[in-house]
């Protein structure tokens, strides 16, 4: 006994039988041009959107020469000599063992 059953709809090599197409036929047309129009919609959606970002004039941005610098915080000097004592104070151990 198979643990899924069968469909009805297929044959043993699963192709479609003819009950199924004839259970699909009166629909095949309202397929095709709900098909057709939900396509043309979506093309119609990009290509308005190519066109419009196409038009877009950016020649009164002022680009600037160099990226801008961030702006100086005030403890950065602190921790730069901090890092620079240490620096020292190790150059200086390394002096003294050699």
């Known amino acids: 006994m198979p643990i899924i059953p069968r469909s009805t709809y297929y044959d043993e090599h699963l192709r479609q039988t003819a009950a199924l197409i004839r259970a699909r036929q009166p629909y095949l047309i309202k397929?095709?041009?709900t098909?057709?129009?939900?396509?043309?919609?979506?093309?119609?959606?990009?290509s308005f959107t190519i066109h419009a970002v196409a038009q877009d004039d950016?020649?009164?941005?002022?680009?600037?020469d160099a990226?801008?610098?961030?702006?100086?915080t005030p403890?950065?000097?602190a921790e730069k000599s901090t890092t620079?004592?240490?620096l020292e104070q190790q150059r200086e151990k390394t002096?003294?063992?050699a």
């Open 31 to 33: 397929n095709i041009i």
């Open 35 to 46: 098909g057709a129009c939900v396509f043309g919609f979506v093309i119609g959606v990009y």
């Open 58 to 64: 950016f020649s009164d941005v002022q680009v600037p």
């Open 67 to 72: 990226p801008a610098q961030p702006p100086h």
């Open 75 to 77: 403890n950065a000097g």
């Open 84 to 86: 620079q004592a240490l």
């Open 95 to 97: 002096k003294k063992t």
